[in-house]
């Protein structure tokens, strides 16, 4: 089922930050969300992970969706491992060697025992992409999912991406256009725009 937004509002204090944003995200769809700095971006993606209420409007298609998402600021466990971070959010008893291979493909090996705390930052972005594909989910919502890569790095995270998407709907928020065309975005919707 497509997800709906139609009339969505948020407004912090005297600043509106959505104003009446109606869009549909196709099921099984990557979309491109973007627009500059303070126009909503990360706000509607907390919207539809229930972490934020709208002010107004209506949100059809979320209803028994299984989310899962690599949010713009870090959300990892410090004293646990690369191994250990991703684990925790997958049903017990799932392969450690998977997940392993996982880290791997994002080019991780050998940084998977280390605790993340003693992890670049790259490297941890990785994790945490690593942490929402494997996450059983219908809808994979990504805030700046390459942040922080140098280009070889956000190849292979593309790569990794579209290697295990499985047919997800994904909302992609970024602010570089090569990142929804690099990870086929069906469409575009500018929060510029609005």
């Given amino acids: 089922m497509d997800i709906l937004l139609t009339d969505l509002s948020k407004s912090f204090g005297e600043k509106t930050v959505l104003s009446h944003l ?9 979309t491109g969300v973007m627009g500059p700095s303070g126009r909503g971006k990360t ?3 907390q919207i539809l992970l229930g972490l934020t209420p709208p002010d107004s409007g209506k949100i ?3 209803d ?4 899962s998402a690599v949010f713009q600021e870090e959300r990892l466990l410090e004293g646990l491992s690369a191994l250990e971070n991703v684990a925790f959010v997958l049903p017990r008893g799932f392969s450690r060697e998977i997940i392993g291979e996982h880290l791997l493909a994002l ?5 998977e025992s280390l605790p993340v705390r003693e992890l670049s930052g790259g490297m941890r972005r990785r994790v945490s992409l690593a942490r929402a594909v494997l996450s ?4 994979l919502l990504l805030d700046e999912p390459f942040q922080g890569l140098d280009e070889a790095t956000r190849q292979k995270a593309i790569k990794y991406l579209l290697d295990h998407r499985a047919g997800r709907t994904l909302l992609l928020i970024t ?6 065309q690099d990870l ?6 500018d929060l510029g725009a609005q």
């Avoid at 059983?136 to 809808?139: A, E, G, Q």
Wanted: aromatic share 4%; net charge negative; proline share 8%.
């Fill in 136 to 139: 059983p989910s219908d809808l």
């Fill in 107 to 111: 080019g991780l090996g050998g940084s």
């Fill in 175 to 180: 602010h570089n256009p090569a990142d929804c």
């Fill in 60 to 62: 059809e298609g979320l």
């Fill in 184 to 189: 086929g975005c069906q469409q575009l919707l």
């Fill in 64 to 67: 028994g969706l299984r989310c």
């Fill in 43 to 45: 706000t509607l993606f």
């Fill in 22 to 30: 109606s869009a549909r995200f196709p099921q099984g769809e990557c």
